[in-house]
RNA sequence: GGGCGAAUGGCGGAACUGGCAGACGCAAAGGACUUAAAAUCCUUCGGUUGAAUAAACUGUGAGGGUUCGAUUCCCUCUUCGCCCACCA
């Protein structure tokens, strides 16, 4: 017999697989259809064994739900526009185009080396033209009903990259590629208004029952749906009033003032006749100008400025101070905020600070609070005092009897804020998809006619970053006919953030080369929602829900029939090196290319599913390699071992017990896979099987398994390792005389009669603590039970002049007796 | 500050619904084979006491509780990770 040679084989049934086109899917027929989908990857330089998870995770999914029978699309393309290539072409000057198109070959080229395979016939790349086509269509179609629409908005500048950040790209007020610190910055942007679909967004996280509980909760988070009273305060001496959002109605007695942003639109007016009116611009400017990082700087001590206004508390009739404060955001609810000193810590400490009224209207039930006395707010439930036909009321039901109250009188309406906000799209950069909107002196912001799309990217640009767009300067591209009144006009410059790109991708694959439309309704309705989705929870908040957004609206448009994009999610961990994450930058990547070399593609992949569960972070460990390499030697032996084995054995008690074994295996094995992609333990229950035969063959000589069972055994081995390591499986499986490939043939049933022995070692345990085993047949009755028990030498020893107080038997389990604990008196 | 999750040998990790803690793998030690090494095969491997492969005790971050029985459920605390964060 040969040595394990996996280079040759390796390279044999990779070859075999795509000739034979094991992966390839006619979505016309769409009978017992799973769709099986990775994130598709942005093509950076090259993948290192923590990009490797991800698919092999994958292709162990798709290729085990081949066996299982369905009928399995798993495509792959590429997120091919953004900023890493522009950047990189300004360091080399080689064009961005050129280099993404080199790292798609690098990734394809080592996907392949992993044994991880694709229908390549559907491979999308959104950079290319026939792409990006349609993702100018999406937009248009966004902008047709009312969802795609400009104005002029405080931004998120980074000015490393030159460019707009959405909120979700900004972290900690820092760029989240290059951690420069973020300006804001008053710019005409392209938004999408996916704050409409924001109680749809949240309230259909209810359907996603095969989604991790985590992703849905920051999802959720995300959105930040909060309900409360919009209140009016009229301000004095004129006939204007201020609303404020609260979700604290019931505080209403205890508001001693009121704070604005200094976004406030309402700020000039209200300061207009203010003989400090310079004094407070002064201040509103400084605070305009600090850059979120210092504004969200909690340590930093609030500060403020009184307006020389006052405003009125309808319910109270008071008159209250008016003040401008940089701990105000403009950007949720009103910009306006009613503070309540004594029940919020923020207003808390502002008061002191200047000197503010702080007044009690929530008591605390434990501990009555004393005005003078609090060192902090008192932020919790309790019962309504100082708060005229209020008081008395717990709080909770103040809420409601208040809100009841405001909206009775017209002081205030119920309403529901979100935390969410509309998302800017428009990108000062080069490497995108170009905004289809022509500017019109006369027409004003005119869309390209869907028949005229796409908008060509054009790629003679000087696309050096200047703070506009480098398209600025592509005179052919800019200047063009206004499709309505045919008058010269100009093009937006801008490009779409390449979230927009990945918003859709999943539904371009099942018709890639549909070019009358983004994709074919009929086909997308029979193959979609994606059964399961893979990819790194770093997507949790953006990515998913971007694409669950586009999803909801082209299904309101009646262009798809269904409104959630992915049934089952599922969020892979990282791997780490020395504690952190792989990363370039951190120079502790691990190439699979050379270990792919030194062990082959299976071993790798055997290591890389067995290191943990995969949902979970993993440490990579060059030595563990090694333990998955001896194993696969292990298995590919037992090849020599059969070919030495009887035609047939007289004892047969190793044969059965192996047997039931390998039965228990399968058992295990597809429930790992099926619960929750627990491979590491699937792996783990073969190995044991594996090992039962080696033990067997040591303990009981090598004429302990007759031919027909050790191939049996082996045959059924290879099925259960083939999702994992499919090349050394299909392989052994020839070898003994198999004619199918393993993804043709069918998962191996498990024989609930065969899984059983007769008897059964049951530990006895006594008040809780093991102290013994007995050997018992099966379905013995517990009477049968006890007195086998009590026939055991060693349990008998425990039970000298005890008192036997209780039996606990649990059936072909375990049995438990209970006697008097000694009490040391 | 808020939300979610985690903590088990030297290490990665396992334990179904409350039922034998440490499967499987790595590392380590010993043995077989070999002129030798590698590879392979076999054995041992939580801690303490013990000559012991006898036996006992102890043991899943800490403390308490529920239970015949707790890694698992409840309460308090500690540490770590992730996400969000002046969100009214």
Redesign the pocket.
Known sequence: MESYKFDKIEKKWQKKWRESGLFKVDVKNSANKYYCLMMFPYPSAALHVGHGRNYIIGDVVARYKMMKGSNVLTPMGWDAFGLPAENAALKNGIHPKESTLNNIATMKRQMSSWGVEYDWDKEVASCNLDYYKWTQWMFLKLFEKGLAYRKKAFVNWCPSCNTVLA??QV??GACERCESEVEQKKLEQWFFKITDYAERLLNDLDKLNEWP??VK??QS??I?R?S?VNIDFPIEGTDKKLT?????VDTIYGCSYMVL?AEHPMIDEIIENSPEKERIKKFVNKIRMESKIE????S?E??GIFTGRYVTNLITGEKIPLWIA?????????????A?PAH???DF?FAKKYKLPIKVVIDNPNKHLIQEKMTEAYEDEGVLVNSDQFNGLKNTEAMERIADYMEKENIGRRTI?Y?LRDWLISRQRYWGAPIPIIHCQKCGAVPVPEKDLPVVLPSDVEFRPTGESPLKNAESFVMTKCPVCAGSAKREIDTMDTFVDSSWYFLRFISPKQDDAPFNKKDVDSWLPVDQYIGG??H??LHLLYSRFITKVLFDSKLVGFDEPFKRLFTQGMIVKNGAKMSKSKGNTISPDALIKKYGADTVRLYTL????PE????W?D??V??????L??VW?LLDILSKAPSSVKEKGAELETLRKMHQTIKKVTEDIDGNF?F??A??AV??LV?LI??V???KGADSYSKGTLREVLNNVCLLLGPFVPHIAEEIRQSLGEKESIFRSKWPEFREDMQRADT????V?I?????G?VEVKCGLSPEEIKKRVLNDD?VKSYLVNKEIR?W?I?AN??I?I?IPTQTTS
């Open positions: 909120n979700e972290t900690d509980e985590k909760t920051m988070n995300w930040g909060s409360g404020c959002f609260t979700t604290r942003s504004r969200l700087e909690t930093v609030k500060k940089d701990y105000v955001l403009m950007e949720y609810g009103t910009g306006a905020v009613m309540v919020d810590e923020r400490e804020h935390r929870v770093e949790a908040i067995f290191i943990g569960p979970k972070d993993a440490e460990s030595r563990g090694q333990g998955a390499y001896r194993f030697k292990r032996t627990h590491n333990t792996i783990s190995m044991e090992n080696y033990k063959l040591s303990e059964v070692v049951l530990p345990q008040n809780g603590k093991l102290k085993r060693k209780k606990i649990i389990k375990l438990n209970v």
